[in-house]
């Protein structure tokens, strides 16, 4: 894990950041804010869809209705 870490964000521009076989818990506590921004994204994300299908859903439901009366 250390090694995806590292290979992903391991490196400032200048040199290489931290230790091969070690993650602070800076380190952690960044990886998981970035987690939770990613889980929050994602959340909200799901949400506006969720609020999109239940309007359409409600406009099918409409319609049938309709066509059922005539």
Do not use: C, H, Y
């Not at 799901?46 to 239940?54: G, R, S, Y």
């Amino acid at each position: 894990m250390v090694q995806e870490f590292l290979a992903a964000i391991g490196n400032n521009g200048i040199a290489t950041i931290g230790t091969p076989t070690t993650i602070n818990s800076g380190d952690m506590a960044g990886i998981l804010m970035i987690a939770v921004q990613a889980l929050d994204k994602q959340n909200r994300e799901i949400k506006a869809e969720n609020a999109d299908l239940k309007a359409r859903l409600e406009r099918l439901v409409l319609s049938k209705e309709a066509l059922a009366q005539k």
